[in-house]
């Protein structure tokens, strides 16, 4: 089983839609959570970081993390043709500290 | 400004060459990595350094070696390159080994190896 699963996608919307991304992790002790976007030919950038279960908002950005389903999903509200890239979920699990899992990654299309 | 930044942004060599990856980080953080992204995307850990010390080793070929001459610098050096060894290369930091803090990425070095 892979430590960290996402859907690979494609994941295309309308722009103004709102925009789901789901990932499940496989270490139930876990610790730390994080949304990351990628452009193409660039580097990944933090978008949010979640550490506890339930929601956590931040501009058009919400992350929901659920311990107990191993469940991590960054909702994107009023998508922008700017937020089209590839969103990687990042794992940190309790035994290795240090240490990111990434997912392979959802890529997003927003449409005008 | 960069936070985190990497030297050279793109490498092109010859199978068999030796080259090395410098990484500076100004954001006072005490713990580097090494993360290396293949042809399909994915971002793999191969080494993190905590206050100079190697503290993740994960199994890459020992043609890989990295040195942290002090907290803010963390180069890698390859031996012998091989074809298999293209790839992008990011190098992160971070405050703490990620429990509840963040790791924060370099632009990347593309080698190619031809």
């Known amino acids: 089983q892979k430590e960290v699963e996402q859907n690979s996608g494609p994941l295309s919307v309308p722009e103004g839609a709102i925009a789901s991304l789901n990932c499940t992790y496989s270490d139930r002790v876990s610790q730390s959570f994080f949304w990351y976007r990628q452009y193409s030919g660039k580097s990944p950038e933090l978008i949010m970081s979640?550490?506890?279960?339930g929601d956590k908002e931040d501009g058009r950005f919400t992350a929901q993390l659920n311990k107990a389903s191993q469940y991590v999903s960054l909702l994107i509200r009023d998508s922008q043709p700017s937020d089209s890239a590839t969103y990687l979920c990042?794992?940190?699990?309790?035994?290795?500290?240090?240490?990111?899992?990434f997912g392979r990654g959802t890529q997003l299309t927003v449409w005008p | 400004d960069t936070a985190v930044s990497q030297t050279p942004k793109y490498l092109v060599t010859q199978m068999g060459n030796d080259k090395s990856i410098k990484c500076e980080q100004n954001l006072g953080h005490d713990t580097m990595y090494w993360y290396k992204q293949d042809s399909k995307k994915f971002l793999k850990i191969m080494f993190s350094?905590?206050?100079?010390?190697?503290?993740i080793n994960e199994t890459v070929p020992n043609r890989f070696s990295p040195k942290s001459p002090d907290k803010a610098h963390l180069n890698l050096h390859i031996n012998s390159l091989e074809l298999g060894d293209s790839a992008v290369y990011f190098c992160a930091s971070s405050q703490g080994l990620l429990l509840k803090t963040e790791a924060f990425f370099g632009q990347g070095t593309r080698l190619t190896v031809v």
């Open positions: 990042a794992v940190v699990r309790g035994s290795t500290l240090g240490r990111l899992y």
């Open positions: 350094y905590n206050n100079k010390e190697l503290i």
């Open positions: 979640i550490y506890s279960n």
